[in-house]
């Protein structure tokens, strides 16, 4: 099992920039793929993006391509989300995820944490 604890959250003018943290308890860290989702106001949670347990896969929601760039420090237990060029519609409460298989990280992964709040302003 492992636990999820997102950190950097925050208000940000559009086009600024914000890192998404993501401390993972545990010593299996490095056997689990990660994720990460967002969920704004009214709307369904949706997957943003996910990270094989040794970084040799990546993946991405069209809309955060080339804006966003999700990484690991396997030593560190923790996942990272760079967020660039913010726009206000990537204003959502920003979740990770885990899961020992990389063909569900994008759809069900078994552990979530709580969430981090992103504003992006106009």
Same mark, same amino acid.
Do not use: H
């Given at each position: 099992?492992?636990?999820?604890?997102?950190?950097? %959250?925050?208000?940000? !003018? *559009?086009? @600024?920039?914000? $890192?998404?943290?993501? +401390? &993972?308890?545990?010593?299996?860290?490095?056997?689990?793929?990660? %994720?990460?989702?967002? !969920? *704004?106001? @009214?709307?369904? $949670?949706?997957?943003? +993006? &996910?990270?094989?347990?040794?970084?040799?896969?990546?993946?991405?929601?069209?809309?955060?391509?080339?804006?966003?760039?999700?990484?690991?420090?396997? +030593?560190?237990?923790?996942?990272?989300?760079?967020?660039?060029?913010?726009?206000?519609?990537?204003?959502?409460?920003?979740?990770?995820?885990?899961?020992?298989?990389?063909?569900?990280?994008?759809?069900?992964?078994?552990?979530?944490?709580?969430?981090?709040?992103?504003?992006?302003?106009?």
């Amino acid at each position: 099992q492992v636990q999820l604890v997102e950190s950097g %959250g925050g208000l940000v !003018q *559009a086009g @600024g920039s914000l $890192r998404l943290s993501c +401390a &993972a308890s545990g010593r299996t860290f490095s056997s689990y793929a990660m %994720g990460w989702f967002r !969920q *704004a106001p @009214g709307k369904e $949670r949706e997957f943003v +993006a &996910a990270i094989s347990w040794n970084s040799g896969n990546t993946y991405y929601a069209d809309s955060v391509k080339g804006r966003f760039t999700i990484s690991r420090d396997n +030593a560190k237990n923790t996942v990272y989300l760079q967020m660039n060029s913010l726009k206000p519609e990537d204003t959502a409460v920003y979740y990770c995820a885990a899961d020992t298989q990389i063909r569900v990280i994008r759809t069900t992964p078994d552990y979530w944490g709580q969430g981090t709040q992103v504003t992006v302003s106009s």
